[in-house]
T-cell receptor, first 110, second 113 residues
Framework: SQQGEEDPQALSIQEGENATMNCSYKTSINNLQWYRQNSGRGLVHLILIRSNEREKHSGRLRVTLDTSKKSSSLLITASRAADTASYFC??????????FGKGNQVVVIP | EPEVTQTPSHQVTQMGQEVILRCVPI?????FYWYRQILGQKVEFLVSFYNNEISEKSEIFDDQFSVERPDGSNFTLKIRSTKLEDSAMYFC???????????FGPGTRLTVL
C-alpha cells in the first residue's frame, strides 16, 4: 500500500482481471484523490472521495475510504492493457495542498 | 473538455540560469498550484496561489522560487538561479474551489546541466 514512507508497490495482472491497490494516510483528511500517470507523463485525475463518503464509482473504477483505518483502496475492474500506469493517491488534509503517496505501478498483460 | 496546459514540455538550462515555466489553468478556476516530481520520487507540493497571492508554500519553495499571474490566463513559476537538484518534472494544477478536484497539466521536464 502507499503511504508516506513505504516503497511503491508493483502489480502485474492479466487483461480482464481486477486490480486493487491501497493507500493509507496519517491524520484526518478533507478528501482523498486518485490519479493515474503513464510513464513520464502528466497526472490524470480519476476520482475524489470526501471524508464523509465510503465508496465512489466511476466507470470501471471503484474507490473506498475507511476513515477509521485511515485507508483507501482503488479497484480497477476488467483491466485493459491501456490501464498500465502508475496510480497515486493524494490526500488533502484541509490545507488545500495534496500529499502524494509513492504510487503503485500496475502492468496489465494483454 | 477544458484542461490545464503547460509550456514548454521540456526545458534544458545551465546551472545558475533563470527559468520560467508557464501554465494556463482551466479558465474558470481560481486556485492554482505548482508541484514537482524528481525522477523516481513522490510528487511534492510547492505552492498554492489564490487571489493574486500565495496561499501556502512548502519548505522547498525558497527565495529562489516565485510565482506570478501576469495576466488573466497565465500562471508562471520562476526559478531565479537553477541548481542541479532542481531537475524534475514540474506540474501545474488548478481547481475551481478549495477542497475540490485538482486538475494537473502534462508537466514541464526541467533538466539543469
Amino acid at each position: 500500500s502507499q503511504q508516506g514512507e513505504e516503497d511503491p508497490q508493483a502489480l502485474s495482472i492479466q487483461e480482464g482481471e481486477n486490480a486493487t491497490m491501497n493507500c493509507s494516510y496519517k491524520t484526518s483528511i478533507n478528501n482523498l484523490q486518485w490519479y493515474r500517470q503513464n510513464s513520464g507523463r502528466g497526472l490524470v485525475h480519476l476520482i475524489l472521495i470526501r471524508s464523509n463518503e465510503r465508496e465512489k464509482h466511476s466507470g470501471r473504477l471503484r474507490v473506498t475510504l475507511d476513515t477509521s483505518k485511515k485507508s483507501s483502496s482503488l479497484l480497477i475492474t476488467a483491466s485493459r492493457a491501456a490501464d498500465t500506469a502508475s496510480y497515486f493517491c493524494a490526500t488533502d488534509y484541509g490545507n488545500n495542498r495534496l500529499a502524494f503517496g509513492k504510487g503503485n505501478q500496475v502492468v496489465v498483460i494483454p | 473538455e477544458p484542461e490545464v496546459t503547460q509550456t514548454p514540455s521540456h526545458q534544458v538550462t545551465q546551472m545558475g540560469q533563470e527559468v520560467i515555466l508557464r501554465c494556463v489553468p482551466i479558465s474558470n478556476h481560481l486556485y492554482f498550484y505548482w508541484y514537482r516530481q524528481i525522477l523516481g520520487q513522490k510528487v511534492e507540493f510547492l505552492v498554492s496561489f489564490y487571489n493574486n497571492e500565495i496561499s501556502e508554500k512548502s519548505e522547498i519553495f525558497d527565495d529562489q522560487f516565485s510565482v506570478e499571474r501576469p495576466d488573466g490566463s497565465n500562471f508562471t513559476l520562476k526559478i531565479r538561479s537553477t541548481k542541479l537538484e532542481d531537475s524534475a518534472m514540474y506540474f501545474c494544477a488548478s481547481s475551481g474551489t478549495p477542497g475540490n478536484e485538482q486538475f494537473f497539466g502534462p508537466g514541464t521536464r526541467l533538466t539543469v546541466l
